[in-house]
């Protein structure tokens, strides 16, 4: 059995295999040392806590259950929210 390429053409397959790879290392390093990545700050959110949670659902409960006399006398009632 013969080997299709001689020892010189696989020399040059695999020096310029190398040489891309050697390239590839170096813009990684110096895309790593050049650029500097920024810091963000992390946002904090307010979370309600439950006796406020709790005092909004009353607050609500309370309004839905006041009847103005525009409600009491009107025959049709329009719903609270749109969809």
């Not at 010189?8 to 990545?37: D, T």
């Not at 309004?63 to 929210?81: C, G, H, N, Q």
Request: glycine share 2%; net charge positive; hydrophobic share 35%.
């Amino acid at each position: 059995m013969q080997l299709p390429f001689t020892k010189e053409q696989i020399h040059n397959y695999l020096k310029l295999y190398g040489g891309i790879v050697i390239i590839m290392i170096l813009f990684f390093i110096a895309a790593n040392n050049f650029y500097s990545a920024k810091n963000y700050d992390k946002k904090v959110f307010k979370a309600d806590t439950q006796e406020q949670l709790k005092e909004k659902k009353q607050d609500e409960v309370n309004k839905k259950m006041a009847v103005t006399p525009t409600e009491s006398t009107s025959k049709y009632r329009l719903l609270d929210k749109a969809y």
